[in-house]
């Protein structure tokens, strides 16, 4: 099951994504492992940020993951939100 989220694409709407995708698996996955595999889908800065929660189940995951977008949205955190800057000043340059 190899997954990412979308550029576009909200933390809510990945996990509930990723959520489905994981049912189908068998065996069933227990938390533990689904936190892990969750976690190993992001890419920085997200992941530096998971890797040292303590969260044991997937919703804490997805909610910690929900606040780290929101602070990259607010510029707390640094990541994407630059590359969003710099892209959107390109298209509004035409180019």
């Known amino acids: 099951m190899a997954m990412e989220k979308e550029n576009q694409e909200s933390v809510r709407a990945y996990a509930?994504?990723?959520?489905?995708?994981?049912?189908?698996?068998?065996?069933?996955?227990?938390?533990?492992?689904?936190?892990?595999?969750?976690t190993n889908t992001f890419q920085s800065p997200y992941y530096e940020h998971l890797i040292?929660?303590?969260a044991?189940?997937?919703?804490?995951?997805?909610?910690?993951?929900?606040?780290?977008?929101?602070a990259?949205?607010?510029?707390?955190?640094e990541g994407s939100s630059m590359n969003s800057r710099t892209m959107i000043r390109d298209d509004s340059e035409g180019g």
């Open 16 to 38: 509930h994504r990723w959520r489905d995708k994981a049912t189908y698996v068998q065996p069933p996955l227990i938390d533990t492992e689904m936190v892990m595999l969750f």
């Open 52 to 54: 040292r929660s303590s």
């Open 56 to 70: 044991q189940h997937f919703h804490e995951v997805a909610r910690i993951a929900e606040r780290i977008e929101q």
């Open 72 to 77: 990259m949205k607010r510029e707390k955190i």
